[in-house]
């Protein structure tokens, strides 16, 4: 794979959140596509304190390279003080897959 490709994951309050994040994120050529996971039950250590919510998902597929601006995005438009925001590696794909994504993503 030319570029290094990524799947993006971040956890929202509600599914209104992730949508309007994935829209933005989709408007502005970050990710290809974005898939909105949920309800999910999160368990978690915040401010000294054992909590539990229900949260959804959102799993997109970008580069890289637009993770930073992608990063920017999402803390702009999230609920949080501090938003999920993590990648994983895409280490392999199907050749038609990969470029559809990049068919889809801003070039810089």
């Known amino acids: 794979m030319e570029h290094s490709y990524v799947a993006v994951i971040v956890t929202t309050a509600n599914r209104e959140e992730a949508e309007k994040i994935a829209h933005r994120l989709l408007d502005e050529k970050l990710i290809a596509c974005a898939n909105i996971i949920g309800p999910v039950s999160s368990l978690f250590w915040w401010a000294g304190k054992?909590?539990?919510?229900?949260?959804y998902i959102l799993l997109m597929k970008s580069r890289i390279d637009l993770f930073e601006k992608l990063s920017e995005t999402i803390r702009v438009l999230h609920?949080?003080?501090v938003p999920e925001i993590i990648a994983l590696p895409i280490i392999e794909g199907s050749?038609?897959?990969?470029?559809?994504?990049?068919?889809?993503l801003k070039i810089y």
């Not at 054992?50 to 949260?55: D, I, M, W």
């Not at 050749?95 to 889809?104: A, L, Q």
């Open 95 to 104: 050749s038609e897959y990969i470029e559809w994504i990049d068919k889809c």
């Open 50 to 55: 054992f909590e539990k919510a229900e949260e």
């Open 79 to 81: 609920s949080y003080e």
